[in-house]
């Protein structure tokens, strides 16, 4: 039964009761993704984007955590090219962690090796970082020159530094540049004083030649594959980097150490050294001679420019901006031997000539350190590349580029031949892959000729062609030479040459079937 109650009645009509409360009713735009989603199909407005999730966001959470994205963290995903990716997975298998990691834990054994030895009553070194140590070190023996007299004088105690009698810098000369900020000539680089030795008896024959006398003739034999080695030659004490033919025919070789020596080989007869040219404090870069043989150029990590004649072994002039020079050119016009051509490190390439000694253009629109430098169209361009990856095409003595290439798929082109017709540049890639481009009619890059196969990514591999165009050969990281046929890009033959990385690479103008290699392993070798 049901009992009526009037005042429990009256308190409960009191309290109002929404009979249409408010509902939330979705948006018809809106859409429901899954949370695993990994695209959607139609375009979301900006606002709904950035929305949150799902509720409202924590007001107690602390002003820093709000770009995390993890509880432990902000977790995003970053662009990882395959060669810096392949790099610190190699660290990663031999350290043990990736390079920065490694460098920190170096830094902390080192301040912890530090706190031992100072707890025990040793003798610490300063604690300064080892850049630190060394730019101490640079600054103190900056010395100052009198503008006047032109004579070295010591910054601290004004004495004339005695640079014959300090076994440190036995035989070392100083270049001095204008320091526009003090208003004096500071003295900031060292450099070796230039020198040569003649290692064979008699620098004349019977009949007064010397032994730049070029006993080969011109030759349209067909091209072969070399088989095996016919002679190792011995007598850098490190590494070899660059090798180059003296031209036209190749009857002698010049090569350029990493113990900053250049050496003249003989090729033909007794296949040894000639003549040693020493004037670089560090390891060389490139070389380049002229188009008679007579001269030939040098540059260094010294930061060095040097000219040198050939016979004499004497230094004709020295050109330095501070800087160093990757990669050196003289202009191929017979008219035009007295300019050079350097690309640097600093992005620029400098124009010098060399009866003056004096900087007359400088093309200064690379964004990285300059790689390669080759004169294209009858010498009235030159093409360059950097670490910019890009191309760039200009024209001679005008500052401005008249073509450009760049692609987000490029890779840094640390090397560059020219093909013996003129007609095609063949670069070395870091993608292992070496990039053929057309530079007769109109500079393109030929995208269906690419050779691949070898391991040079992180290594400026020189690139050689035959001389009748028909092969390619190229070294890589692991002392191979692989070859292949120009025309249908296959490839042909693998060969093992060094022991350690094969840098350089040429092929002679005569000898069809003559191969050079040079190797970090201090070796130059022959084969045919």
């Keep these: 039964f049901l009992i009526y109650c009037p005042t429990l009645m009256s308190k409960c009509l009191r309290k109002p009761i929404n009979l249409a409360p408010d509902v939330c009713i979705p948006d018809p735009d809106w859409h429901l ?80 090796v530090k706190l031992l030895r100072k707890e025990a009553g040793e003798a610490v070194d300063s604690e300064d970082s080892d850049d630190e140590v060394a730019r101490k070190r640079r600054k103190e023996s900056q010395a100052h020159v009198d503008p006047d007299s032109m004579q070295l004088v010591d910054k601290r105690e004004g004495n004339a530094l005695q640079l014959e009698g300090d076994e440190e810098k036995e035989g070392l000369t100083v270049y001095f540049e204008e320091d526009e900020k003090r208003g004096k000539r500071v003295a900031r680089y060292e450099a070796i004083e230039p020198s040569h030795k003649l290692h064979i008896h008699e620098l004349y024959d019977y009949q007064g030649r010397s032994f730049l006398h070029d006993p080969l003739k011109d030759s349209d034999q067909p091209a072969f594959l070399p088989k095996k080695q016919i002679h190792s030659y011995r007598g850098h004490n490190k590494g070899v980097h660059v090798i180059r033919w003296i031209p036209p025919h190749g009857h002698l070789m010049l090569s350029g150490g990493m113990d900053g020596k250049v050496k003249l080989w003989d090729v033909c007869n007794t296949r040894n050294v ?207 030479v692989y070859f292949w046929e120009w025309k249908t890009c296959k490839l042909l033959r693998k060969m093992k040459a060094h022991d350690k990385v094969c840098i350089g690479l040429l092929w002679h103008p005569v000898e069809q079937s003559r191969l050079a290699t040079c190797s970090w392993d201090s070796t130059i070798k022959l084969w045919d």
Excluded at 41 to 60: D, F, H, L, S
Excluded at 74 to 96: A, I, M, P, Q, Y
């Design 33 to 112: 993704e899954a949370s695993d989603a990994n695209e959607i199909a139609y375009n979301p407005p900006v606002e709904r984007i950035y929305a949150p999730i799902v509720g409202p966001e924590n007001p107690w959470r602390p002003a820093g955590f709000q770009s995390m994205n993890l509880l432990t963290g902000t977790f995003e995903r970053s662009f990882l090219n395959e060669t810096n990716f392949h790099h610190e997975f190699h660290k990663h298998n031999v350290e043990g962690c990736p390079l920065d990691a490694r460098h920190d834990r170096q830094v902390k054994r080192n301040y912890a």
């Design 274 to 480: 000639i003549q040693t040219y020493t004037g670089h404090a560090k390891a060389l870069k490139d070389l380049c001679f002229t188009n008679n043989g007579d001269h030939f150029m040098s540059t260094a990590y010294d930061r060095f420019i040097r000219i040198w004649d050939t016979e004499t072994g004497k230094v004709l002039n020295t050109f330095t901006t501070g800087k160093q020079a990757h990669c050196v050119k003289y202009h191929p016009e017979e008219g035009k031997q007295f300019v050079i051509l350097a690309g640097q490190a600093d992005n620029k390439i400098i124009q010098w000539d060399l009866r003056s000694g004096q900087i007359t253009q400088e093309y200064d629109q690379h964004m990285g350190a300059i790689n390669t430098l080759n004169f294209i169209e009858g010498d009235k361009k030159f093409v360059t590349t950097s670490d910019d990856k890009t191309v760039r095409v200009w024209e001679w003595d005008i500052p401005f580029v008249t073509k450009y290439m760049a692609d987000p798929s490029m890779h840094a082109l640390v090397s560059g031949t020219m093909s013996p017709c003129g007609r095609f540049l063949a670069y070395q890639s870091m993608d292992n892959k070496i990039k053929i481009y057309m530079c007769a009619d109109r500079f393109r890059l030929m995208s269906k000729k690419s050779f691949g196969g070898h391991s040079s990514s992180g290594y400026a591999c020189q690139i050689a062609w035959s001389p009748d165009g028909k092969f390619l050969a190229s070294g890589d990281g692991e002392g191979n």
